[in-house]
């Protein structure tokens, strides 16, 4: 197998997965209509409800979701084999991430842009509401934290990358005031893109200078930094800093992956791990669990993921021009990080299996595998660093796209310099989700406090806005400072994919509701049977086999009791969604459209 094989085939399923099914969702099962006014429109307030050009909003909203998932999971699931991983990104995306993605918009916009858990509440009744609410609260934490560590390693000693990252915060502010002032968006987004360019390639400049020295900052530091940083994310007008350094951004990882692709079509590298490996029943060096139920909650973002619900059901509502919209912004930009995941698992897969192990498993575990290192001691001594062992999958993608991008003979002296622009563009490819994600906790807090104290609930009232932005960062601030990688990261896989399970429960109640034939009901259920059923038995697996016993590196009696808690409040949603459509299902109006079709 060769890598332009799979890259044209992905691309040509998911256009044509765009236009017919996403048509098809529009048109037949959401019935947008842009004659109604928008919730940004009927609720401008210029701060958090502003109406916003839909090329804008896409670059929000991918920015937002595209976080540490599509990068890093599909490296992680390379451990089984090329085919496991391409398949459920393919299908999962189509079937499940797009619609997931699009019907969270559109239920959230008809409900003026509230939270996920608002609209449970309002579709599915107060208990299912509080559950959803107290899950979202729980969720959105672990993954900030999550994801901020991922930035933390990136940028720990790396004043480069720091200097690179930084800098696209005054420049964004500088792009929102100006396109403001103008309303052009041509001008001020050339001009922006090429600051953030100088910023990236004036970077290795600034090394071993004074300015390089105060910009070398440890983990600590950063991960005081970092809340700091996203608490005015939060609380500063969406126009202002958020929504234009998402959309710059977005330049730059559309572009860099764009890069990729042209890289992989010159040069055409082979996919050296077979399809399936010996690991797809257990006990493999990256990931303890089989191929299933472990692909689909190891690829999140990329395939579906629930954090993607938080955005949707969050800033993004509250942007959006016209209601036809979602098909670009909810449906496309979710096949846009489609394959953003397949070109990570090219990456991943184009290295020699050997080299691939060797750098994301432990020396120790490494030494068992009877695995013999090909390119990477050639490979780590044109980057200037030891691979070995740099778990985690953001130095096996950074390292496979160098393998790309030097294979071409232009840049075959580039690697470090290479390596170090990969690590810093991760970066910033999380750190856009972790000033929306950080928002939209603002969002749910002011709705879940709400409900004891009513002036919160009011998104224009500032104390209101500071507390809950200051509430979030510290949540997620705390984990991030006092945690690590393993501890914070363990509960993400499965509280995602429950946040996603939760959306879908949500969708199909709405389109039960609204749509003109209730077997539309099926494109919300049939991806929903398969993951509710996965998610439930991987945390299953994992509070057995790893959170509650003892023998077990991972073992944590607050991981397990977490992940309880978590499928119990989804087990509840469950329950509560299915009697309600029951209930709606024997309705007399459902029942007379039968009888009419």
Same mark, same amino acid.
């Given at each position: 197998?060769?890598?332009v094989?799979?890259?044209?085939?992905s691309i040509?399923?998911?256009?044509?997965?765009?236009?017919?099914y996403?048509?098809?969702?529009?048109?037949k099962?959401?019935?947008?209509?842009?004659?109604?006014?928008?919730?940004a429109?009927?609720?401008?307030d +210029?701060?958090?409800?502003?109406?916003?050009?839909? *090329?804008?909003?896409?670059?929000?909203?991918?920015?937002?979701? =595209?976080?540490?998932?599509?990068?890093?999971g599909?490296?992680?699931?390379?451990?089984? #084999?090329?085919?496991?991983?391409?398949?459920w990104?393919l299908? &999962?995306?189509?079937? #499940?991430?797009?619609?997931?993605?699009?019907?969270?918009?559109f239920?959230?916009?008809?409900?003026?842009?509230?939270?996920?858990?608002?609209?449970?509440?309002?579709?599915?009744?107060?208990?299912?509401g509080?559950?959803? %609410?107290?899950?979202m609260?729980?969720?959105?934490?672990?993954?900030?934290?999550?994801?901020?560590?991922?930035?933390?390693?990136?940028?720990?000693?790396?004043p480069?990358?720091?200097?690179s990252?930084?800098?696209?915060?005054?420049?964004?502010?500088?792009?929102?005031?100006?396109?403001?002032?103008?309303?052009?968006?041509?001008?001020?987004?050339?001009? %922006?893109?090429?600051?953030?360019?100088?910023?990236?390639?004036?970077?290795?400049?600034?090394?071993?200078?004074?300015? %390089?020295?105060?910009?070398?900052?440890?983990?600590?530091?950063?991960?005081?930094?970092?809340?700091?940083?996203?608490?005015?994310?939060?609380?500063?007008?969406? *126009?202002?800093?958020?929504?234009?350094?998402?959309?710059?951004?977005?330049?730059?990882?559309?572009?860099v992956?764009i890069?990729?692709?042209?890289?992989?079509?010159?040069?055409?590298?082979?996919?050296?791990?077979?399809?399936?490996?010996?690991?797809?029943?257990?006990? &493999?060096?990256?990931?303890?669990?089989?191929?299933?139920?472990? /692909?689909?909650?190891t690829?999140?973002?990329?395939?579906?993921?629930?954090?993607?619900?938080?955005? &949707?059901?969050?800033?993004?509502?509250?942007?959006?021009?016209?209601?036809?919209d979602?098909?670009?912004? +909810?449906?496309?930009?979710m096949?846009?990080?489609?394959?953003?995941? /397949?070109?990570?698992?090219?990456?991943?897969?184009?290295?020699?299996?050997?080299d !691939?192990?060797?750098?994301?498993?432990?020396?120790?575990?490494?030494?068992?595998l &009877?695995?013999?290192?090909?390119? @990477?001691?050639?490979?780590?001594?044109?980057?200037?660093i030891?691979?070995?062992?740099?778990t985690?999958?953001?130095v096996t993608?950074?390292?496979?796209?160098?393998?790309?991008?030097? =294979?071409?003979?232009?840049?075959a002296?580039?690697?470090? !310099?290479?390596?170090?622009? $990969?690590?810093?563009?991760?970066?910033?490819?999380?750190?856009?989700?972790?000033?929306? %994600?950080?928002r $939209?906790?603002?969002?749910l807090?002011?709705?879940?406090?709400?409900e004891?104290?009513?002036?919160?609930?009011?998104?224009?009232?500032?104390?209101?806005?500071?507390?809950?932005?200051?509430?979030?960062?510290?949540? *997620?601030?705390?984990?991030?400072?006092?945690?690590?990688?393993?501890?914070?990261?363990? @509960?993400?896989?499965?509280s995602?994919?429950?946040?996603?399970?939760?959306?879908l429960?949500?969708?199909?109640?709405?389109?039960?509701?609204?749509?003109?034939?209730?077997?539309?009901?099926l494109?919300?259920?049939i991806?929903?049977?398969?993951?509710?059923?996965?998610?439930?038995?991987?945390?299953?697996?994992?509070?057995?086999?790893?959170?509650?016993?003892?023998?077990?590196?991972?073992?944590?009696?607050?991981?397990g009791?977490l992940?309880?808690?978590?499928?119990?409040?989804?087990?509840?949603?469950?329950?509560?969604?299915?009697?309600? *459509?029951?209930v709606?299902?024997n309705s007399?109006?459902?029942?007379?459209?039968?009888?009419?079709?």
């Amino acid at each position: 197998m060769n890598a332009v094989s799979i890259v044209i085939g992905s691309i040509c399923i998911l256009m044509i997965a765009y236009r017919l099914y996403g048509t098809f969702m529009a048109a037949k099962v959401l019935k947008l209509d842009d004659s109604k006014p928008t919730p940004a429109h009927e609720l401008n307030d +210029g701060k958090d409800y502003v109406p916003t050009n839909k *090329w804008v909003t896409f670059g929000h909203h991918f920015a937002a979701i =595209a976080a540490a998932g599509p990068l890093v999971g599909p490296i992680l699931a390379a451990q089984f #084999g090329y085919l496991p991983g391409l398949l459920w990104l393919l299908i &999962g995306a189509v079937i #499940g991430g797009a619609v997931h993605d699009a019907v969270v918009l559109f239920a959230s916009m008809r409900k003026k842009g509230k939270s996920l858990s608002e609209v449970a509440k309002d579709e599915l009744g107060p208990v299912a509401g509080f559950c959803t %609410g107290l899950a979202m609260l729980f969720i959105i934490t672990i993954t900030m934290a999550g994801l901020s560590m991922v930035v933390l390693h990136a940028l720990e000693h790396n004043p480069w990358g720091t200097f690179s990252v930084g800098i696209t915060i005054p420049i964004a502010m500088l792009v929102g005031i100006a396109y403001k002032k103008t309303g052009n968006l041509k001008l001020t987004s050339t001009v %922006g893109f090429i600051l953030v360019m100088v910023g990236v390639f004036v970077g290795p400049s600034i090394q071993n200078t004074v300015l %390089g020295d105060w910009l070398t900052l440890d983990t600590k530091t950063l991960a005081i930094i970092l809340p700091i940083y996203a608490f005015f994310a939060a609380a500063l007008p969406v *126009w202002l800093l958020l929504a234009p350094r998402d959309y710059l951004s977005s330049f730059m990882k559309i572009g860099v992956f764009i890069a990729l692709i042209i890289g992989v079509f010159i040069i055409n590298p082979a996919i050296e791990m077979p399809a399936f490996t010996k690991f797809t029943s257990g006990g &493999g060096p990256v990931l303890g669990g089989p191929v299933w139920p472990f /692909i689909s909650i190891t690829i999140a973002c990329g395939a579906i993921s629930g954090f993607h619900a938080f955005v &949707g059901s969050g800033t993004t509502p509250k942007m959006l021009d016209r209601w036809s919209d979602i098909k670009v912004v +909810g449906f496309g930009a979710m096949l846009v990080e489609c394959v953003v995941g /397949i070109m990570a698992l090219i990456a991943a897969t184009a290295l020699q299996p050997a080299d !691939y192990f060797a750098i994301n498993s432990t020396p120790e575990v490494f030494k068992t595998l &009877g695995m013999q290192v090909q390119e @990477l001691p050639k490979l780590a001594n044109e980057i200037g660093i030891d691979l070995e062992g740099r778990t985690g999958g953001a130095v096996t993608l950074a390292v496979g796209m160098t393998y790309v991008f030097t =294979a071409i003979p232009w840049f075959a002296k580039l690697s470090s !310099y290479f390596f170090q622009f $990969v690590i810093m563009f991760e970066a910033v490819f999380i750190l856009t989700a972790i000033d929306s %994600g950080t928002r $939209v906790a603002r969002y749910l807090i002011q709705d879940f406090f709400g409900e004891f104290y009513k002036p919160l609930k009011k998104t224009d009232w500032l104390p209101g806005s500071i507390f809950a932005s200051a509430l979030a960062c510290f949540m *997620w601030g705390y984990l991030l400072f006092s945690g690590d990688i393993g501890s914070v990261w363990a @509960l993400f896989g499965v509280s995602n994919q429950l946040m996603a399970s939760i959306g879908l429960i949500v969708g199909a109640t709405v389109i039960l509701s609204i749509a003109d034939k209730r077997r539309y009901m099926l494109t919300c259920l049939i991806p929903l049977a398969y993951l509710f059923v996965t998610v439930n038995y991987a945390g299953y697996w994992m509070v057995k086999n790893v959170y509650l016993n003892q023998a077990s590196a991972g073992y944590s009696v607050l991981n397990g009791v977490l992940s309880i808690i978590m499928l119990l409040l989804g087990m509840i949603i469950m329950v509560t969604a299915i009697k309600k *459509w029951i209930v709606m299902w024997n309705s007399p109006r459902v029942k007379l459209e039968r009888k009419i079709a």
